[in-house]
């Protein structure tokens, strides 16, 4: 069988895998809960008790897979780095790293995988470069927007009358179904060396996206802290949607 490594089991790397089981991968999925390891093995998934920058933990057998995908949160470079030795000298050959597009500033601009705006100070900016940097296996990397869906619900993003600042930058969001679609794509279809940005396909004000998201909730309108100038950024999607085939199944 078609082996899969998925480090972080949680809000979106638990339906990724209950996903690659569908598909016929065996995949062995780590959480940092020893409550969540029955949890695992009930759904088809090898379960491992894994936390990042441990260092006297043995992680062999949980790497001994083809391909490895990294959807933890940590943004310690030096946890990242003990991790990158072990996997170095495991038998894993293709790596996805899930990343985030906060490594782009707000630049009033549309921006590319090729436009190199990434935010040279930006944590994830560097972790991303420290795993892209190994030649011992293929790395891609795929940056997502704002994670909506499920339990994730934007109307609750901000609480208590919370103020939203910047009401008319625009948004970058995506949905776990189209973060699933494309991961499981990407493994499918073989995509690697590759950098993906994720979003969604509309990019609303935020005064326009909170105020709908918290009607739909029936929840009481957002306050917005009015500014002068609303920096932003837009995140396009049509190489991913592109190299991969994809229509996304939320539009935001």
């Keep these: 069988m078609r082996k899969v490594s998925i480090l ?8 990724l895998a209950d996903r690659l089981v569908q598909l016929g991968y065996m995949v062995k999925g780590s959480t940092r809960s020893r409550q969540r390891l029955d949890l695992l093995a009930g759904r088809g998934i090898e379960p491992f008790l ?30 990242h780095q003990e991790l990158l030795t072990r996997v170095e000298e495991s038998s894993v ?15 009033n601009l549309t921006i590319t995988e090729d436009d190199g705006l990434e935010a ?25 927007g704002g994670l909506i869906g ?15 600042p910047a009401p008319e930058s625009r948004v970058n969001m995506i949905h776990r179904d189209d973060c699933v679609a494309i991961i499981a794509q990407i493994i499918e279809q073989g995509v690697w060396g ?17 105020t ?6 029936g929840l009481e309108p957002p306050v917005f802290v009015e500014t002068a100038t609303d920096a932003f950024k837009i995140i396009s999607n049509k190489k991913v949607k592109s190299r991969l085939g ?7």
């Excluded at 949680?10 to 339906?15: D, V």
């Design 246 to 252: 994809l229509e996304f199944r939320h539009d935001v």
């Design 8 to 15: 972080g089991c949680g809000w979106l790397g638990l339906p």
């Design 93 to 107: 050959e293709k790596l996805l790293f899930v990343g985030s597009t906060s490594v782009y500033a707000n630049v």
């Design 212 to 217: 709908k998201a918290a009607r739909d909730a």
């Design 194 to 210: 590759e950098t993906f940005n994720c979003c969604a396909d509309r990019h609303p004000p935020k005064r326009e996206f909170y």
């Design 50 to 79: 894994v936390e990042i920058g441990q260092r006297s933990a043995d992680i062999r057998s949980f790497l001994d897979s083809p391909i490895l995908i990294i959807d933890v949160p940590s943004k310690e470079i030096n946890d």
């Design 120 to 144: 040279g100070d930006a944590p994830r900016s560097h972790i991303e470069k420290l795993w892209r940097a190994s030649s011992a296996f293929q790395t891609t990397i795929v940056r997502f």
């Design 150 to 164: 499920y339990d994730r619900d934007p109307a609750r993003f901000f609480p208590s009358g919370k103020p939203i």
